[in-house]
């Protein structure tokens, strides 16, 4: 087998269609390299302020891609449902924290109601995210791959319609708690929201490091991921544990919805579908399945796109889906493992 | 002869099905051109209420599209999650070809340009279908070439990148590197009418306009039907059940997965030009993932792979979403005095169905004897062997 294997491989490096693929990667990341290097050149006050921009967003896509990652992992189902599930944590926290606990300026007390709420949508998250597993992605489990794939896309369609029913059709403005004052840093605007999401993204992420790597709990995803035969013979209950998974990634999908009505002040029904879609692409980007790679590729993709819309020379936001879609495919072309996961070709 | 014997009664089914379709596309042209202009009052808005010729016709166009998706979907067993970029890419290049769009170039080739807009391009109704279907079959390629080796759900992916990048393309398309390509949001409105050998169909002749779409999903059926009877689409079934046993029976894997991309691609592209024709323009904002997801419903509910099936499917699903929900809603709310938006209920609506679909009726409602043989098949290495009582921990 590793005799084929190998010639498999080393017939791919000879062929003239390896080279051509090789040397176009080549040129698309020169050209972007070129790009970035003459902004940078050109004004590289804004290219320093757009860079903080992108990081964070590139945080809450990173929260959003672990959601994903952590799923495509363990049961190698590309959620659809994700992004509408951090839509539906968004509306949440504005139903709760604005709306009924009145939280809508900056105060020690609604800190702290900020904080109770962040916690109050993860769980809610958990819960909706564990519910879908539940009654429909557990029953489909030994079903033909498209199947559940198209019952994660109604899936979305369903949540998008309590959104829809929730909040309306129009986006709607949320009064953060969050102050919008600002400070200089060498001439870098930082706005105090920023602060507040690297203080509240990087220790959940770090959290949710530690529990997937250390904790037993972790170890059994882990194991579940690898070989669910296996891991079941071993004493691990499988069904717990993808619940366990699901309810992580819901988790962390809340905690994304929250931030993001609190940093950007709107939510609407449709914010799902385009934030999972780049998300996603951070995930695969990263190498879907690895933790890491999505915290990575949430930042790259943040980051890009933040450059896409705000450098003066660039292509602009019109283009901005069109940016992250034209990587998504690059991707798929180049490097489907993303840059820290395995080739993901298919065996035939 | 025991053999021939369920050929014969699929012959004979696909025939009734045909003299079905021909019969209901008859009955509503000649209604409309002959009757309904005489009829009285009551029954005029009872049939333009609830079966109004505009769709109709429209009902024809999702037809061909979902008929397009079924290739992909239903006989190879890809996943296209954004098969409206093959309705817009068909839908523009009637509106390049077919339109005094292009006023820098004057190009007429058997068009039928309108007075005093003879500037432009003007093509044959027949080349621009035949147009039409060669672009998008190449963008098929373009698009399902460089991911066909993926993982499938990665194929699906792509494929919903392209669904959203080629309609940003055209909104944004007022302007690329200074010149105007699409129009921008706006479109591409005042085509040609269309010349069928010196017989003009109007730019309000319904009827007309509804049984020329109706010829065209016609054909769509019958090709449907051919390819899946012939060599390739035997190869498709084969590769949807499986595809490693595909391969070792000499299914060369790669080509006919790319043909299936290129020909289901060929029924977006001939629906797009056809539904460009029937309102007289293209417009972007119209092509949305929503719509992709609609189709994808249609192939799920009638049944993958099986043509009447998907047929019925594409009927009830764009009739309910055109006029179904809007006219029951008002029913419903009429007779018990209620006050419910029904048309809000819509993404609900295709959720549940995929869902409730996927759950309980996989195979879809007129389902195709094979596919639900594939559908409802468990993995039995996965599950089976490993029953409950071996979970050693628990004990």
Avoid at chain 1, 14 to 32: Q, Y
Avoid at chain 1, 97 to 107: I, K, M, N, R, Y
Avoid at chain 2, 327 to 345: A, E, K, M, R
Avoid at chain 2, 349 to 372: D, H, K, Q, S, T
């Amino acid at each position: 087998m590793t005799s084929v294997a190998s010639g498999v491989a080393r017939k791919k490096k000879v062929t003239p269609s390896a080279i051509l693929i090789k040397a176009s990667m080549v040129f698309i990341i020169a050209v972007a390299v070129y790009w970035l290097g003459l902004n940078l050149t050109n004004d590289p006050l804004q290219f320093a302020q757009v860079t903080v921009n992108g990081l964070n967003n590139g945080l809450l896509y990173a929260l959003i891609a672990l959601g994903y990652t952590l799923v495509y992992g363990i049961i190698e189902l590309i959620n659809f449902a994700h992004g509408d599930l951090f839509m539906l944590g968004a509306v949440f926290s504005f139903a709760v924290l604005t709306e009924f606990l009145g939280a809508d300026s900056p105060s020690a007390t609604n800190y702290a109601l900020l904080l109770l709420v962040l916690l109050l949508t993860m769980l809610f998250g958990a819960l909706v995210n564990t519910s879908i597993e539940r009654l429909a992605y557990r029953r489909l489990r030994n079903a033909p791959k498209l199947a559940p794939l198209i019952t994660a896309v109604g899936m979305s369609f369903v949540l998008q319609w309590i959104g829809l029913k929730w909040i309306g059709s129009n986006p709607v403005n949320v009064n953060t708690v969050l102050p919008s004052t600002s400070f200089e840093l060498a001439g870098v605007v930082i706005n105090f929201k920023t602060l507040i999401i690297f203080a509240i993204t990087i220790p959940l992420l770090i959290v949710l490091a530690f529990i997937v790597n250390k904790t037993k709990r972790g170890r059994a995803m882990r194991a579940t991921a690898q070989d669910k035969d296996a891991s079941r013979l071993m004493g691990i209950d499988v069904n717990k544990t993808i619940t366990f998974t699901f309810a992580i990634a819901g988790a962390a999908a809340g905690a994304a919805g929250i931030m993001w009505a609190q940093t950007t002040g709107t939510v609407a029904y449709n914010l799902g579908f385009q934030l999972g879609l780049i998300a996603f692409t951070s995930a695969v980007l990263g190498g879907v399945g690895n933790l890491y790679g999505a915290v990575l590729g949430g930042i790259i993709i943040g980051l890009i796109q933040s450059y896409n819309d705000g450098l003066a020379i660039g292509p602009g936001q019109r283009w901005s889906q069109t940016m992250v879609f034209t990587i998504l495919i690059l991707l798929m072309v180049y490097r489907p493992g993303g840059l820290l996961g395995e080739t993901a070709q298919e065996k035939v | 002869m025991s053999n021939t014997a369920p050929a014969h009664t699929a012959v004979s089914s696909n025939r009734k099905w045909a003299l079905g379709f021909t019969g209901v596309v008859a009955f509503f042209f000649i209604l409309n051109k002959f009757i309904l202009p005489e009829a009285p009052r009551g029954i005029q808005t009872f049939f333009n209420n609830w079966f109004s010729l505009t769709s109709m016709a429209e009902i024809m166009i999702w037809i061909l599209m979902a008929l397009g998706l079924n290739i992909i979907v239903g006989y190879a067993g890809l996943l296209d999650l954004g098969y409206v970029a093959f309705w817009a890419l068909g839908g523009y290049v009637a509106g390049w070809l077919m339109s005094p769009f292009f006023s820098g170039i004057s190009l007429n080739f058997f068009g039928n340009p309108r007075e005093g807009f003879e500037f432009g391009i003007h093509f044959h109704v027949f080349l621009v279908l035949i147009l039409g279907g060669v672009f998008t079959a190449i963008w098929g390629i373009i698009i399902g070439g460089p991911t066909l080796r993926l993982k499938s759900d990665y194929l699906a992916l792509v494929t919903l990148g392209f669904g959203e990048i080629i309609p940003q393309f055209m909104i944004n398309g007022a302007d690329i590197a200074g010149y105007n390509v699409t129009n921008g949001s706006q479109g591409i409105g005042g085509l040609d009418d269309v010349n069928l050998f010196g017989y003009v169909i109007g730019t309000f002749a319904l009827p007309e306009k509804f049984l020329m779409v109706s010829l065209m999903a016609g054909a769509m059926i019958f090709f449907s039907i051919r390819l899946r009877d012939g060599r390739l689409g035997r190869a498709w079934l084969a590769i949807r059940e499986d595809e490693l046993a595909a391969s070792m029976m000499g299914v060369p894997l790669w080509r006919t997965k790319f043909a299936s991309y290129a020909i289901g691609a060929v029924g977006g592209g001939i629906g797009g030009v056809g539904f460009a024709i029937l309102v007289g323009g293209v417009y972007a904002d119209r092509f949305n993932f929503v719509i992709s997801i609609i189709i994808l419903a249609m192939v799920v509910l009638g049944g993958m792979g099986n043509v009447w099936g998907v047929v019925v499917g594409a009927v009830v699903l764009a009739w309910i979403n055109s006029i179904g929900l809007i006219q029951v809603g008002n029913l419903v709310n009429n007779t018990f005095g209620t006050n419910i938006n029904f048309p809000s209920y819509q993404f609900l609506l295709f959720g549940l169905l995929l869902v409730l679909m996927m759950l309980f009726r996989r195979e879809g409602f007129i389902p195709e004897a094979r596919i639900r043989m594939v559908m409802n098949e468990e993995k039995l290495e996965d599950e089976e062997n490993v029953s409950d009582e071996t979970k050693i921990g628990h004990h």
